[in-house]
């Protein structure tokens, strides 16, 4: 069980030759590691990111995932196994301000078919292990940064993924609650998820199992 990828580019269009996000990335991550991923701003972070978690395609490389060569898979496996594997968790928490963080959790249970009592009850205990017991009604924009991202986290564990995906998940926080939240990272580590966060915090990045530094498209160490 891996995440493994070889040589992988992006170019994206613009200009005459297009824009060279990516380098040729290599890289291994084994199941249950936690990674911190760092360099400056970009150099291609939040692409190498969308691309392991299958919302983005590369330009060129292999990527595998558990052993099978992601790029093979039709458009319907590649979300169903965006759905089923993996948790995002974004900078700006890309929640829907509309709904009550009950509905946000429950929302990717939703999509995975899950009936409504089950779903409600899912969501209900996945925000009560992210530290927010009765802030089930309250929307995102009546909690604080912190919370928001809790949120947030809650929703990425809803279909119980093995990696969860972290695009500077403490870069809109104040230090107590980015402490918090990487508190939160670690310990699902330890339960055994693969976390791959991207941070320009050098205190957080070194708490990591192992940091992968990038400059200009390429892996640096
Ligand atoms: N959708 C896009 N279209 C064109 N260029 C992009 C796009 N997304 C990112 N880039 C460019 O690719 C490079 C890497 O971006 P990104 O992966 O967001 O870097 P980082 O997350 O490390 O700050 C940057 O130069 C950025 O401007
Ligand atoms: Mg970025």
Request: aromatic fraction near 4%; hydrophobic fraction near 40%; glycine fraction near 10%.
């Amino acid at each position: 069980m891996s995440l493994s990828c070889s040589e992988l580019t992006k170019v994206y269009e613009g200009g005459k030759t297009g824009w060279p996000a990516l380098r040729g990335i290599s890289l291994d991550i084994k199941m249950g590691e936690f990674v911190a991923v760092t360099g400056p701003s970009g150099c291609g972070k939040s692409t190498l990111l969308n691309i392991l978690g299958l919302l983005d395609e590369p330009t060129g490389g292999s990527y595998s995932l558990n052993g099978r060569d992601v790029f093979t898979l039709s458009d319907l496996e590649r979300s169903d196994t965006r759905r089923d594997e993996i948790g995002f968790v974004f900078q700006s928490f890309h929640l829907l301000n509309r709904l009550s963080s009950l509905d946000n959790v429950a929302l990717p249970l939703l999509y995975a078919g899950a009936d409504t009592a089950g779903m409600r009850e899912r969501a209900h205990s996945l925000l009560l292990k992210v530290g927010l017991h009765g802030k089930e009604k309250k929307t995102p924009l009546e909690l604080s940064g912190g919370e928001r991202q809790r949120v947030a986290i809650a929703r990425a564990l809803a279909n119980s993924p093995k990696i969860i995906l972290a695009d500077e998940p403490t870069g809109n926080l104040d230090s107590a609650s980015s402490k918090e939240i990487m508190q939160m990272l670690a310990s699902l580590n330890e339960d055994g998820i693969t976390v791959i966060m991207v941070t320009h915090d050098k205190e957080l990045a070194a708490r990591a199992g192992r940091n992968i530094r990038m400059r200009d498209g390429r892996v640096e160490q």
